[in-house]
């Protein structure tokens, strides 16, 4: 059994996964152990919750390795998390990851974003700052906009609080009066969701694993904790 937490990062994964992989609501603390006991052979973590609730814990990533669970991150929650797990044998996929496992991008609330609820589809009410950049890096690219000027974005959409940052909010954060419309056109029409190009890269890869393949890395030996105990103890949902 493959196992995906995903959300507002690809809110259609069910649709998309078919009956290759189980989808869950974003990961929160014990869901990852909740899942081993469940019998995955593999989870894929996209999103996860923390604001009012305990994130996934590593540990319980760590628990998943010893037992032979492969655990594979992108993309927000689950690219952190890959990125501070990989030395171990969790998988991460994708650019963010990338960003967060090379040292580019040492910020968590760079991959969060405010959106509404599960029964409306995760509808997203700001901008997470890694689609932002991935679009600026585009217009970049293609030289669609002037340099000082994708320069003056960047900074605005990096001193923005996540709940408060969306493109419109960055243009009059960066003072761009001038055709503020026009601008505001050109950026959703280069918009780059990079968040859901990562989850993709995961889906495919988790709905194509072998189970036969080793997954934990390094010479380590998962210690069950007073901690731990008391944790595992308790009924998972």
Aim: negative net charge; proline residues 4%.
């Amino acid at each position: 059994m493959k196992i995906l937490f995903a959300g507002p990062s690809l809110p259609d994964a069910a649709a998309l996964s078919g009956d290759a992989v189980e989808v869950r609501p974003p990961a929160a603390h014990g869901d990852v152990l909740g899942a081993v006991r469940a019998g995955a052979t593999a989870i894929g973590i996209v999103d996860g919750n923390f604001e009012h609730v305990a994130p996934v814990w590593h540990k319980e990533i760590l628990h998943a390795l010893d037992q032979g669970v492969a655990v594979l991150g992108a993309a927000s929650m689950g690219a952190l998390r890959a990125a501070e797990c990989d030395t171990f044998g969790m998988v991460g996929i994708g650019r963010i990851y990338e960003d967060y496992a090379s040292g580019r991008r040492v910020d968590d609330a760079d991959v969060t974003m405010l959106h509404g609820p599960a029964e409306l589809g995760y509808p997203a009410l700001s901008l997470p700052l890694v689609n932002v950049e991935a679009t600026l890096d585009r217009l970049e690219a293609e030289e669609t906009l002037e340099k000082y000027d994708i320069s003056t974005l960047r900074t605005a959409a990096r001193r923005l609080f996540y709940k408060e940052r969306t493109w419109s909010s960055v243009i009059k954060s960066a003072g761009a009066a001038a055709n503020r419309k026009g601008l505001l056109q050109l950026l959703h029409a280069a918009a780059v969701d990079q968040k859901r190009a990562d989850a993709l890269a995961l889906l495919h890869v988790l709905a194509g694993f072998d189970a036969k393949t080793p997954v934990k890395r390094g010479n380590w030996t998962f210690r069950a904790t007073s901690l731990w105990r008391s944790v595992a103890d308790q009924p998972i949902a």
